[in-house]
């Protein structure tokens, strides 16, 4: 198994300050795993809340958390939510009580839960699959990161387990049960009562939206739902970190500009299985290849570059800025191109007259870092396997 050092050591600087610490991402991105090399699994301070012996000790929480010190991991939070409110009340404690690592696999009521529970007390980190930058570690022979891993990473994905198969089949064998088990048996014990069928349709058609902006009246019409059905269901992916809304950026001008939020499926890998691409050569010749791509990085710079805020900014008249990041009062433009030189182009200069931008970045899948002007810069995606920051002014 790869090694995530970057991670460990965010994490281990969030215990140093923090009495609570969530690392919240989807199932199966390997949260476990890091866990694990702070806690031991058969520890007494390790709690699973699948592991039915976990959740006996757990019956009393209060008289099973109390006199435990030091570090304690509960792994799969988001199955017992009542324990919030006792945790806030250990993590209280005067002295120097025993310290909470949680890891949670859904997002949005489980943070709303954390959020009101223990406000002040829990800092939060989001996990992903593998990040390039951990990757390229693997590869000491590489001055940043092969041509074959990145290829790789962006045909299976991130999750560590598809990742890391034997062969395309496996990989894609593993993705497809994947899905199949977030839906028919982690929805239902986080409380959804939608049939699995109904979501995999709907899923499947979001997959041919990726990259777009969100019109629920559309796939209302091709499944014969209703369009507060279709934001559920989405909803309840974005929740679950399958999918991301990337919500608009609205600049006080006078364009007319877009409202909706674009969508992308966040996981290429699983993408990809629900568009039906098995191998490279159909990656390659698939029509949502642009697409795919421009989700891979912006999914790769998330989780990677520092920022407050993450927007895109389109106009009526046309213009778009692929990825928006605010950073205090600055803002920083992002755009993705597969192209082998990338220009400056009129939808740059027009982020750049009316976003103010401080700086546009185009990454592209070249190998040579060059200028376009004094704030426009182009970057091989190799780039992001060094750890740096995208932004001149920001390393």
């Given at each position: 198994?790869?090694?995530?050092?970057?991670?460990?050591?965010?994490?281990?600087?969030?215990?140093?300050?923090?009495?609570?610490?969530?690392?919240?991402?989807?199932?199966?991105?390997?949260?476990?795993?890091?866990?694990?090399?702070?806690?031991?699994?058969?520890?007494?301070?390790?709690?699973?809340?699948?592991?039915?012996?976990?959740?006996?000790?757990?019956?009393?929480?209060?008289?099973?958390?109390?006199?435990?010190?030091?570090?304690?991991?509960?792994?799969?939070?988001?199955?017992?939510?009542?324990?919030?409110?006792?945790?806030?009340?250990?993590?209280?404690?005067?002295?120097?009580?025993?310290?909470?690592?949680?890891?949670?696999?859904?997002?949005?009521?489980?943070?709303?839960?954390?959020?009101?529970?223990?406000?002040?007390?829990?800092?939060?980190?989001?996990?992903?699959?593998?990040?390039?930058?951990?990757?390229?570690?693997?590869?000491?022979?590489?001055?940043?990161?092969?041509?074959?891993?990145?290829t790789r990473l962006w045909l299976r994905g991130?999750?560590?387990?598809?990742?890391?198969?034997?062969?395309?089949?496996?990989?894609?064998?593993?993705?497809?049960?994947?899905?199949?088990?977030?839906?028919?048996?982690?929805?239902?014990?986080?409380?959804?009562?939608?049939?699995?069928?109904?979501?995999?349709?709907?899923?499947?058609?979001?997959?041919?939206?990726?990259?777009?902006?969100?019109?629920?009246?559309?796939?209302?019409?091709?499944?014969?739902?209703?369009?507060?059905t279709m934001r559920h269901y989405l909803n309840?992916?974005?929740?679950?970190?399958?999918?991301?809304?990337?919500?608009?950026?609205?600049?006080?001008?006078?364009?007319?500009?877009?409202?909706?939020?674009?969508?992308?499926?966040?996981?290429?890998?699983?993408l990809h299985q629900l568009l039906g691409v098995?191998?490279?050569?159909?990656?390659?010749?698939?029509?949502?290849?642009?697409?795919?791509?421009?989700?891979?990085?912006?999914?790769?710079?998330?989780?990677?570059?520092?920022?407050?805020?993450?927007?895109?900014?389109?106009?009526?008249?046309?213009?778009?800025?692929?990825?928006?990041?605010?950073?205090?009062?600055?803002?920083?433009?992002?755009?993705?191109?597969?192209?082998?030189?990338?220009?400056?182009?009129?939808?740059?200069?027009?982020?750049?007259?009316?976003?103010?931008?401080?700086?546009?970045?185009?990454?592209?899948?070249?190998?040579?870092?060059?200028?376009?002007?004094?704030?426009?810069?182009?970057?091989?995606?190799?780039?992001?396997?060094?750890?740096?920051?995208?932004?001149?002014?920001?390393?």
């Amino acid at each position: 198994m790869l090694q995530r050092p970057q991670l460990v050591n965010q994490i281990a600087t969030a215990l140093a300050r923090s009495r609570i610490v969530g690392l919240m991402g989807p199932r199966q991105c390997g949260k476990t795993t890091v866990a694990r090399q702070f806690v031991a699994v058969d520890a007494i301070n390790y709690f699973d809340l699948e592991d039915p012996t976990s959740l006996v000790r757990l019956d009393e929480p209060m008289t099973a958390l109390r006199p435990l010190q030091g570090l304690v991991v509960i792994d799969e939070i988001q199955r017992r939510p009542d324990l919030f409110p006792i945790l806030r009340v250990l993590a209280d404690r005067e002295g120097d009580p025993a310290r909470f690592l949680i890891l949670g696999s859904a997002s949005g009521e489980l943070q709303r839960q954390a959020g009101e529970s223990l406000a002040g007390r829990i800092e939060s980190i989001s996990m992903s699959g593998f990040r390039v930058a951990e990757l390229a570690q693997a590869e000491p022979q590489q001055e940043l990161i092969s041509t074959e891993t990145s290829t790789r990473l962006w045909l299976r994905g991130g999750f560590p387990r598809s990742y890391l198969a034997g062969d395309e089949a496996s990989s894609l064998a593993w993705r497809k049960a994947f899905v199949q088990t977030l839906l028919e048996r982690d929805f239902p014990q986080w409380g959804v009562r939608t049939p699995a069928t109904a979501l995999l349709r709907f899923w499947t058609m979001l997959a041919h939206y990726h990259g777009q902006t969100w019109n629920a009246a559309e796939p209302a019409r091709a499944l014969g739902q209703s369009e507060p059905t279709m934001r559920h269901y989405l909803n309840l992916l974005t929740d679950a970190l399958m999918v991301r809304q990337l919500q608009p950026y609205h600049a006080n001008i006078r364009k007319r500009q877009v409202k909706a939020p674009k969508v992308y499926i966040r996981d290429s890998g699983l993408l990809h299985q629900l568009l039906g691409v098995a191998t490279e050569k159909d990656l390659l010749t698939h029509p949502k290849l642009g697409a795919s791509w421009e989700g891979l990085v912006i999914e790769q710079i998330l989780v990677q570059e520092p920022h407050d805020e993450a927007f895109f900014w389109a106009t009526h008249q046309g213009a778009e800025v692929d990825l928006v990041l605010r950073r205090g009062s600055k803002l920083y433009g992002v755009e993705i191109k597969r192209r082998d030189a990338p220009t400056i182009t009129p939808s740059i200069r027009h982020g750049l007259a009316d976003l103010g931008l401080q700086e546009v970045v185009v990454v592209y899948p070249g190998e040579k870092a060059y200028p376009l002007s004094e704030q426009v810069r182009v970057l091989p995606f190799a780039h992001l396997a060094s750890g740096q920051s995208l932004f001149a002014d920001e390393r």
